[in-house]
């Protein structure tokens, strides 16, 4: 281990307590040199001078963080400051007042029946010999016909079968009234022959009573003259009879005639019993027969409406002749009027949307290109005596989609229409007790403002402004519950047009 060599470093007692007359209170080592006194001495005022650059550096970085702290302080005493003058603005959605189409729709259900309906049955018993073909099936409902179109037929042998024995009745009662005819003629000539001998008769008579008077002839001459005229006479009488025998045989004749054309035309009802012919142009309904089963006339029920189209063995209807029965509230059939447009779409295809969760307004639009287009035809002036509600019919289809008689249906009919209304969302109105408001925003400050709006048409998405804001102009949508009139808010985003 090394020791401290006391011959290279002062002694303790030298560094305590130096000499009055050493430089700067140092005393000198006898052994030391006058170059390391030198050296010594200035490495000791050196570092007595770092000492006050250092206390200065330590003073500048204690005001330094001091003066940022300040800074940091007047900093968050000025934010406070403005948010004091600047309140928190309410997010809210808004849209813009813009001209467009408002409709309001008045929406109910009702059922399919035809104006022009016909039903076509058999009145014969028999099996179904023949349905009409169409594309090489048999015919079913939906196809077109045509009037005078034979769709079906049944057994008509019988009906047949009589048709060939009225019509050789006829021929006999023909051939009577010839007959009779021709002894009318021969009756009628007997009688001109029987009144040309009765004037000759007459003539001859005259002539021999003359001479017969002079004396020229006797008298049993003449009285034969008398008799041929009395002869001529009874033929006479004798050529009326005939006459009026053989009239009345032209006419039993003409009678059995008639009879058996009436036969014969019965023959002929009969046989159409048995077919059943398209008596106008239309389409097929219904169909409830097959080719090959036996038909009974006992099978169709004419008392109950749907029992019609359900036994009835085709029912024919004119497309363009649907008509919608529906019954209104009073209060919405007062809107109601003849000529209105009107949109009809099946109970089926409602209840599939429905059940997807469409809105009114996607429903609307379904009825629009699934269903069929018509107008209001008429709107009954009194009430119906138990639902104290309105009947309404809807006719006059332009488009007919999906349609049959009897089927539930759902009707919208456009009550009201105004293609340059000023249209405003249906949630950008805050109702009153008399009246409803809305809040128009200044784009320019973001402070809204309590207007008192007049209502128009209310449609199933928006809703006509006839007064209290023009077009163009922002209104809140969502967010209006919690504003006053002043609000300052702030726009988060801008609905679609609508």
Not at 162 to 189: C, F, G, Y
């Amino acid at each position: 281990m090394k020791t401290n060599d006391s011959s290279s470093y002062p002694s303790a007692s030298s560094d305590a307590h130096p000499s009055p007359d050493s430089t700067d209170g140092l005393q000198p080592n006898n052994n030391l040199n006058q170059r390391e006194i030198t050296s010594r001495q200035r490495s000791f005022f050196r570092s007595r001078a770092v000492w006050p650059i250092a206390t200065l550096a330590m003073i500048a970085i204690v005001f330094g963080v001091g003066a940022k702290a300040y800074q940091s302080l007047n900093s968050e005493d000025v934010v406070a400051e403005g948010e004091t003058e600047s309140p928190a603005r309410l997010p809210v959605r808004v849209a813009r007042a813009e001209i467009g189409l408002s409709q309001q729709w008045v929406f109910d259900e009702g059922f399919v029946r035809a104006v022009r309906q016909r039903v076509l049955n058999f009145e014969a018993d028999g099996d179904v010999e023949f349905i009409a073909k169409v594309d090489g099936r048999d015919l079913r409902a939906g196809d077109d016909v045509s009037q005078g179109q034979l769709l079906a037929t049944i057994d008509d042998r019988k009906q047949l079968s009589s048709i060939d024995t009225d019509e050789a009745d006829l021929e006999v009662s023909i051939q009577e009234r010839n007959q009779a005819e021709s002894a009318l003629l021969q009756a009628k000539a007997d009688f001109d022959k029987a009144q040309s001998d009765l004037r000759l008769a007459e003539a001859e008579l005259i002539r021999y009573q003359s001479l017969f008077e002079e004396g020229a002839v006797s008298e049993s001459t003449r009285d034969v003259y008398i008799n041929d005229e009395d002869q001529a006479r009874a033929a006479l009488r004798v050529a009326e009879q005939d006459i009026r025998a053989a009239e009345d045989g032209v006419r039993s004749a003409q009678a059995s005639i008639e009879a058996s054309q009436s036969r014969l035309r019965q023959s002929n009802v009969d046989l159409e019993d048995t077919q059943l012919v398209s008596p106008i142009d239309g389409i097929v309904a219904y169909i409830n027969i097959r080719e090959g089963e036996y038909w009974s006339s006992q099978r169709f029920n004419s008392n109950i409406a749907q029992d019609i189209v359900e036994t009835a063995p085709i029912v024919v209807v004119k497309p363009q002749s649907f008509e919608i029965e529906l019954e209104l509230q009073a209060d919405e059939a007062q809107e109601i009027r003849p000529g209105q447009k009107a949109y009809v779409v099946l109970e089926e295809d409602v209840s599939a949307a429905e059940a997807a969760g469409v809105t009114n307004s996607n429903l609307l639009e379904i009825a629009r290109q699934r269903g069929s287009q018509g107008q209001v035809f008429s709107v009954s002036p009194t009430q119906t005596p138990g639902g104290r509600g309105v009947e309404v019919s809807i006719r006059d289809f332009q488009l007919v989609r999906n349609l049959q008689v009897g089927g539930r249906v759902y009707v919208w009919i456009e009550a009201a229409a105004n293609p340059n209304a000023v249209m405003l969302p249906l949630g950008a109105l805050l109702p009153g007790e008399q009246t409803s408001y809305a809040f128009v925003v200044d784009e320019s400050s973001g402070i809204v403002e309590r207007r008192q709006i007049e209502l128009g048409i209310e449609g199933l998405t928006g809703v006509e402004i006839l007064s209290g804001i023009e077009p163009g102009e922002l209104v809140v949508t969502e967010g209006i519950n919690r504003l006053v009139d002043g609000t300052l808010v702030e726009i988060v985003s801008q609905e679609a047009r609508l």
